[in-house]
């Protein structure tokens, strides 16, 4: 218990001592101000505190420490971008107006699909999941592939399927598309290959 509370004591005390030579040099916190540039003293604060208080001894790669060594970065490069602006006061009134605009009118509308980019895209989508389910089918262990077949009503449908000999849509699914989606298609990929063939 002791030996997890003796880096955080070390480190606060090591900054009580800069601070406190700090202090002694210019003996008043105006003067400090002003003589030692404000970032030296933002920084120093910062890492002997608060950084090395939120950042205990752990791994490099604990989820924890990547995520505040990330905000940490995120937050000295906004600083950056805010300093070395020419008129930050002016810029940052700028995005609160922008932000205030957004959150009274609501964010820029979305782009929403026609409906011929929307029958391409599920088109495009359905051939990529089928091309996929038939690796998973030919790659799958062989105890799998017998439960698989115990659930399929039409098993030779799924073996040409798979082999890709022959077109898995019938006739009577593709005429019943219309149903299902509500409108006519020109597609025959409008319904999943696994709902098809377990019915």
């Known amino acids: 218990m002791l030996q997890k509370l003796i880096p955080e004591f070390g480190i606060w005390e090591v900054g009580q ?9 210019t003996k008043n916190w105006e003067i400090l101000l002003v003589t030692i540039d404000l970032f030296v ?3 120093e604060c910062l890492h002997v505190g608060v950084i090395r208080y939120l950042l205990p001894p752990r791994t490099p790669s604990d989820p924890r420490t990547i995520n505040l060594m990330k905000w940490f970065l995120q937050l ?3 600083a950056g971008i805010y300093w070395s ?11 609160d107006q922008k932000i205030v605009r957004e959150f009274i009118h609501g964010p820029d ?6 409906e011929q980019e929307y029958i391409e895209e599920a088109d495009v989508y359905t051939k990529a999941e089928l091309d996929q389910l038939r690796r998973f ?3 799958s262990p062989s105890k799998s ?4 077949v115990q659930n399929l009503h039409d098993p030779h449908r799924m073996a040409s399927f798979i082999t890709g000999d022959s077109d898995h849509v019938t006739q009577v699914e593709s005429g019943s598309i219309p149903r299902f989606v509500g409108r006519p298609r020109k597609s025959k990929m409008a ?3 696994m709902t098809m063939m377990t019915r």
């Open 191 to 193: 319904i999943s290959p």
């Open 109 to 114: 509308p979305r782009k929403l699909l026609t």
């Open 76 to 78: 000295c490069s906004f």
């Open 17 to 25: 001592y800069l601070l406190t030579c700090i202090i002694r040099l």
């Open 145 to 148: 592939n017998w439960k698989l």
């Open 41 to 43: 003293f933002i920084y």
């Open 137 to 139: 089918c030919t790659n």
């Open 85 to 95: 602006l020419r008129k930050p006061i002016a810029i940052c009134c700028y995005k």
